[in-house]
RNA sequence: GGAGAGAUGACAGAGUGGCCGAUUGUGCAGCACUGGAAAUGCUGUGUCCGGGUAACCGGACCGGGGGUUCGAAUCCCCCUCUCUCCGCCA
């Protein structure tokens, strides 16, 4: 959610910037509703005023004068409860236009869509095989590591059981992901799979309605995290936080869950694309200091990208233009794996994504920060960023390091929780 | 799941219908005292909304939401959370 009165203060430029994002908002409705909310404010809070005198006025009234007094309070009563009512419609209205409202974006980000964002850099050697390289899911099947089959008839199509290696595999990802982020000096926790909608709101998710990519679970108001994004970041839902405790570095292990309404069709062979899978994710707090986010976001994805770096798979990091940039990011990098099974002769994939949200989450979920040298408080900034997505780096992880033979080379890094250098069949 | 107790400012802890945005203590900040400090004394110390260049003014907030009343931290209802005991359980 953006700031209402930036909002009302830049109107050309945030109307500008939906349009680059591709977001259809009411930026007039916003302001006129604001001015509505702010005369009914006036209006209720002079009725308040009036009644509280009347109010005071009775205990030292004589008795002649109470029935009266009594009287007029019981109306004015009447008129601030009638205010009340009309300016809490005008105000879920209002907040309802502004949270339309996509976040401002960074300068330096690409105008366009999916095929417009621009690559930062690549780093490492494509593989080069002296046969035709098998995607994931064949190479899965030849060493009986995923049952697609079990996954369908137990729970759906989009899930699935991982088998033998894979298991280990999977831990490994986690294990090297978080010892990695400890060393970095990250709070490491295992999160809720659940969480309330209004966190997921405030993060930046819609729970309920046709277009939703959220599992809710009826008769609650929990929901099946997308990601622990949502869990670390409602970690300070409505607290204060001291700004000589920022940057706070969470990172989070969590299951995620997505619906993927909407993208029948796509990619939907193997575990590109799946319904749950496992998640090792960064969150940060900041102070509102453009500087200092920005830098915390340039930190994240070099956490990434080492990484990817130390499973010695290939990658390119792309600036994410604006019409795919969500509501709440403000800039996006992401990093997409090489994969050599995808498309005709190997695609890139996307592994991780780092955002920074500058304070539009915070502001949603009412995280600020104080400076005791500072009066008042200001919402923080958060950040985000994958450490590791298991089911999409396996697919990286197998594809690249794929033999003739159909075995695969295990990463030196993974090789002391999985136990064997190379996965073979049988 | 059952029974009981509780939720008040940074913390502790008063407050059972108007004099309470809230006693007091601790903490914190400033000032005084001191060679300096401790101790002591004095003063100050929340957030949000609206108006105003500002000083300031008005309003809201005593876990959350409803209600009673001219008036609610205080009375009533619902919910959430915490603690204690019992049951159950990985």
């Not at 990098?333 to 539009?360: H, K, L, Q």
């Not at 009412?366 to 900034?381: L, S, V, W, Y």
């Amino acid at each position: 959610m953006l700031d209402l009165q930036f909002i009302c203060d830049h109107r050309d430029e945030v109307a500008e910037n939906c349009r680059l994002r591709g977001v259809t908002a009411d930026i007039d409705a916003v302001v006129q509703l604001r001015e509505d909310r702010n005369g009914l404010i006036a209006r209720a809070d002079e009725l308040r005023h009036r009644q509280k005198e009347v109010s005071a006025a009775i205990p030292k009234a004589s008795a002649d004068e109470r029935p009266g007094l009594i009287e007029q309070g019981r109306e004015l009563r009447a008129e601030v409860t009638a205010a009340d009512e009309k300016l809490r419609g005008i105000e879920e209205r209002l907040r309802e236009e502004q949270s339309r409202i996509p976040n401002m974006t960074h300068p330096d980000v690409p105008v366009g869509g999916e095929d417009d964002a621009s690559e930062i850099r690549t780093w490492g050697e494509r593989p080069q095989f002296s046969f035709q390289p098998r995607d994931h899911v064949d190479i899965a099947a030849h060493l009986d590591l995923i049952d697609f089959e079990a996954g369908a008839r137990v729970t759906g199509s989009g899930f699935y059981f991982l088998k033998n290696d894979a298991v280990l595999l999977e831990m490994a990802l986690v294990q090297f992901a978080l010892t990695k982020l400890r060393s970095e000096g990250f709070t490491l926790f295992t999160t809720p799979d659940l969480a309330r909608d209004s966190v997921l709101e405030g993060i930046g998710f819609s729970p309920r309605g046709n277009e939703t990519q959220i599992y809710s679970v009826a008769e609650t108001d929990l929901s099946l995290v997308a990601t622990a994004e949502i869990t670390l970041g409602g970690i300070q839902k409505d607290q204060v936080l001291n700004e000589s405790e920022l940057p706070l570095r969470y990172a989070g292990l969590s299951h995620c869950f997505r619906t993927e309404a909407g993208a029948a069709g796509r990619a939907t062979r193997g575990i590109y694309r799946v319904h749950q899978f496992t998640k090792v994710e960064m969150f940060a707090y900041t102070t509102p200091d453009p500087a200092l986010s920005n830098a915390v976001h340039a930190d994240i994805l070099r956490i990434e990208e080492e990484i990817f770096q130390a499973l010695k798979i290939p990658y390119r990091v792309i600036d994410t233009a604006t019409g795919d940039l969500g509501g709440p990011a403000y800039r996006k990098f992401d990093i997409e794996a090489w994969m050599p099974g995808r498309g005709e002769a190997g695609e890139y994939g996307e592994v991780t994504s780092a955002s920074n949200c500058t304070d539009y989450q915070a502001r949603r979920l009412n995280i600020r920060c104080r400076n005791p040298d500072r009066k008042g408080t200001q919402f923080a900034h958060t950040l985000n960023g994958t450490a590791i997505s298991c089911a999409r780096a396996l697919v990286a992880l197998l594809e690249n390091n794929q033999q003739e033979d159909g075995s695969v080379v295990v990463p030196e890094v993974l090789r002391p929780w999985v136990g064997r250098d190379v996965l073979t069949a049988g």
